[in-house]
């Protein structure tokens, strides 16, 4: 009898070569075991051993199919890079969420679906995904229209057709002084100039706003006024009723950025509510859902969307139609607003360790949110901690990713705390402060 073990290292060899790929079913036990020579119950403890190495899973009714690898470890804020524990990018997973996701995805293994699923999406989508996209957005006292929603690859996508669509190359980009760093690189490549904003613990002033517009024309503004990246603050309804005039009063039109919104369901309505006619409001479902299939979608005043889907064509940042039935579908179906409601409980227990494991510290956060900013002790820079940090293993975000023009860099770092799982969060964040606490001459790892 032919040892199960050395059956299961031929499948494991044919799995790693790419011969069978992840999501591939295997036979039937019984098929298996003709085709191997082997007994039934020699081929059950086969399927048993792969299934403990963690490459094949088996599902009640269906079969047995190869595993997906494990994620890699670690990316870095811009692309994927080396480090055990990433406190950098922030795309939260939580439990249970993968099996949601799975199950809406069954609706479109149908022909029929799938058919339709795989034509090419238009910028305005289709009735349905504005319909669900409108019903995800509405807040009391404010429903966009579904006829003014137009749909990206992603958010980023979004953001950068809306900036295509509102400031020319060589124009001018009001921005908060800190701001979202792939904002800036989108920018860059755009050839707009960004002009830093001066806020307040309320969010952007409209005064410094007005005065920017008046020492030379600015062509748009981007800021975010719930959850701002990296600072955690929301910008109150008085205020954005404020922002809302210096926008009608300047003629300027704004880009809003509201990928982290659904985190504070007490927040004031969009920006966009304030001022339908001037606001372009950004969102996507990467953080609400997964990044690997996400959709980025925008509510546009009418008089800019032909400009808008005009960028997005031209840019080549419409959607695929099969993230945008995927999507509609778990909209629509309550796995979107099951899985944001799993995450708000996430991201709150995530914030009470970093508010225990960081106190003492100048830490500054939403208790909402997933990512804290952390002034660092006096005798830190900021890129001094951020490279001790990644002698350590665990990747932070200095301060100057998020600093626009020449101004001095605070010495602080962003804290991402959504990738790692809760336990490795605590440890990581246990040696930050550690390190944090001593002088940078004594930061080796042996140290601590």
Known sequence: MRDFRRVADTVAAEIAAGRLRPGDRLPTQ????????IADSTAGRVYGELTRRGLVVGEVGRGTFV????????PALAEPAPARVDLELNYPVVEGQTELLAAGLARLARPDVLTAALRPAAAAGTPAARAAVAALLAVPGWAPDPETIRFAGNGRQVIAAALAALVPAGGRLGVEALTYPVLKAV???????????ACDAEGLRPDALLAAHRAAPLAAVYLQPTLHNPLGVTMPSARRAELAAALRESGLAAVEDAVWSFLRQDAPPPLAAYAPERVVLADSLSKRLAPGLTLGFAVAPPRLADRLTAALRSGAWTTSGYALEAATGWLTDGTAATV???KRADAAERQRIAAEVLS????????RAYFCWWRLPGRWRAD???AAAARHGIAVTPAASF???PHRTTDAVR?????????VLRRALTTLAALAAGAPEDASPDAL
């Open 30 to 37: 019984r098929a298996f075991a003709r085709r191997h020579g």
């Open 67 to 74: 595993r997906a690898a494990p994620p890699a470890a670690g």
């Open 187 to 197: 920018a860059g490549r755009l050839g707009i100039g960004l002009v830093p904003l």
């Open 340 to 342: 944001a409601a799993a």
């Open 360 to 367: 003492g510290f100048a830490l500054r956060a939403d208790p």
């Open 384 to 386: 001094t901690f951020v």
């Open 403 to 405: 600093v626009v023009g």
């Open 415 to 423: 804290v991402g705390l959504a990738s790692p799982p809760p336990d």
